[in-house]
């Protein structure tokens, strides 16, 4: 039976890979890295689902997770998940107001936290009831409250997420798993993952494209790869773990991260010729020219590169296209195809479908409507009917 959820996918490849490392969470600090097998995240993520079930009752179906980059993330989401609610990321170093603003409009009733990150008792004023997240050992300590998960009616919601802004004023989006499952499905075939991947989470888990590294990654059977968030300012530190001590094959970031590693960085680490790199994709903002591309590659180096493209509003990603090779030689990067049950379409002023001249884009697909965003330029080139972003 085809998964229909985030969590299908991540017990069908447990089934298969019980004895496989599945989190791996590298301090950075000389300590020695921690790591977690595919039955042991399905085993606390059980523990905290089944203290949700017996202790919780969220209102709009929705959990808030209050941690940071630590070896235990997986399992706090998919124990959310398993009990049939959404999870909402909260960023422990965003500010507290912020963080209540956040809390306020999910309509949160229940969150589960890191102890250690935060002071319990402040949540508390705000009317929000307090879960642990699962312990590697000795199980859960859930709250003293009590009564059964209420089905909110949208048992069907994955998670929660509040956009930055750049597209019109911030809002809440709540993703659905019938969005955010087909781009995993799609992208798992497009990077041809297999069991032998090791995946490193670059997103904060309030960044969506996070959802596309966790699940990825461990739908497939691969290695999920955590370090703290302060070693993701410092390049040099961080190439050498990604790339020399646990010899990372997928990395998806923004262009604007893989510039903080240097050229230098990128032609001998990351994009050397040995480098362990298959997958390198590119989204979030506009896709560096292939030119620019070619001049932080080694050009013995191998790794296929990636554009992906979308919006939080309808899934994660939208369309993807696979960089050029040096001998097509093209100025721009197209945003490629729909990823699988996604509509993409460029718009005249009459509202009209066109294949050619300039428009407005709209992103949509199956069971959610179509988003209007910003004036694209469409033609043919050698990938087919795609498009070339003109104006942001």
């Not at 998919?78 to 990321?89: C, D, K, N």
């Not at 998960?149 to 998670?159: F, I």
């Not at 965003?373 to 795609?386: A, E, I, M, P, R």
């Amino acid at each position: 039976m085809p998964a229909r959820t985030l969590q299908d996918l991540v017990s069908a490849a447990a089934s298969l890979h019980p004895d496989r490392a599945a989190v791996l969470y590298d301090p950075g600090s000389g300590e020695t890295p921690g790591s977690l097998l595919y039955r042991e995240v399905v085993q606390l993520a059980e523990d905290l689902s089944a203290a949700l079930l017996r202790n919780c009752s969220p209102g709009g179906g929705a959990v808030g997770l209050y941690c940071s980059d630590d070896l235990l993330v997986p399992a706090w989401i998919l124990g959310i998940l398993q009990s049939s609610a959404a999870y909402v990321p909260l960023d422990p170093e965003a500010p507290g107001l912020l963080t209540a603003r956040v809390m306020s409009r999910c309509g949160l009733k229940y969150c589960a936290v890191n102890r250690d990150l935060v002071q319990v008792e402040l949540l508390g004023r705000l009317g929000i009831s307090v879960v642990d997240g699962p312990q590697r050992a000795g199980g859960c300590h859930p709250s003293d409250e009590t009564g059964p998960l209420k089905d909110s009616g949208r048992p069907d919601l994955a998670y929660v997420l509040h956009t930055s802004g750049t597209t019109g004023p911030p809002k809440t989006v709540r993703v659905p798993h019938r969005c955010i499952v087909p781009n995993i499905l799609h992208l798992r075939s497009l990077f041809q993952m297999s069991a032998d991947d090791v995946v490193f989470l670059a997103s904060p888990l309030t960044f969506d494209p996070s959802v596309v590294d966790i699940f990825l990654a461990l739908s497939s059977g691969a290695l999920l790869l955590l370090v703290p968030s302060v070693m993701k300012k410092m390049p040099g530190r961080l190439a050498q773990m990604l790339f020399k001590h646990h010899r990372t094959t997928v990395l998806q970031v923004t262009p604007t991260l893989l510039v903080r590693f240097g050229h230098g960085i990128l032609k001998r680490d990351v994009l050397s010729p040995g480098s362990s790199l298959r997958v390198l994709a590119l989204g979030g903002e506009a896709c560096p020219s292939p030119a620019q591309l070619r001049s932080w590659k080694h050009e013995e180096n191998k790794t296929a590169v990636y554009n992906i493209y979308g919006v939080t509003e309808v899934s994660c990603w939208a369309s993807c296209c696979r960089v050029p090779e040096p001998e097509l030689t093209v100025s721009s990067v197209p945003l490629g195809t729909p990823l699988m049950d996604t509509v993409v379409e460029v718009r005249d002023e009459d509202g009209c479908v066109i294949t050619e001249g300039e428009g407005q884009v709209f992103i949509g697909g199956t069971g959610f409507y179509l988003f209007g965003f910003f004036t694209l330029h469409s033609q043919k080139n050698c990938t087919g009917d795609s498009m070339l972003c003109s104006c942001f």
